[in-house]
């Protein structure tokens, strides 16, 4: 089993000079959060350094990436060529961590955080930013 460090070495290489497609689009950014004492909503707003007061929805990693993990018929040429990495991170999320939920932090710009429980007490993850009007 890889290390927390080890796992975010490996989600940088795969993430490098990608963009997290919304309406404007953003890049994936891994993390390493050290030494979480529990995963509650009230613990994940402040390592991700937004108010305790923050609208927050939250949905599983298979919905988030149905748009590009999967090639659709709507698709263009470069991004059919980009499935099957985002596929690749994807998969390398679902084997490394346990209880990975997806928290979308904001209105209209969404911040997106990633995070799963890597071994005893770290969480890992992906940040990006999605604007949605």
Do not use: C
Not at 55 to 68: G, H, Q
Not at 74 to 87: A, S
């Amino acid at each position: 089993m890889k290390t927390s460090f080890e796992l975010q070495e490996q989600l940088t290489s795969l993430t490098e000079g990608l963009l997290f497609p919304s309406e404007s689009d953003y890049p994936i950014e891994p993390f390493v959060w050290e030494n979480m004492s529990d995963f509650s909503l009230d613990t994940i707003l402040q390592r991700a350094e937004k108010p305790l007061d923050s609208p927050v929805e939250t949905t599983d990693l298979a919905y988030f990436f149905r748009n590009v993990a999967e090639e659709k018929d709507w698709h263009d040429d470069g991004q059919k060529l980009l499935v099957p990495k985002y596929r690749e991170i994807f998969n390398t999320l679902t084997a490394s961590l346990k209880n990975i939920t997806v928290y979308r932090i904001g209105q209209t710009e969404i911040d997106v955080f990633i995070v799963g429980q890597s071994g005893k007490s770290d969480a890992v993850g992906l940040k990006t930013k999605v604007i949605e009007t």
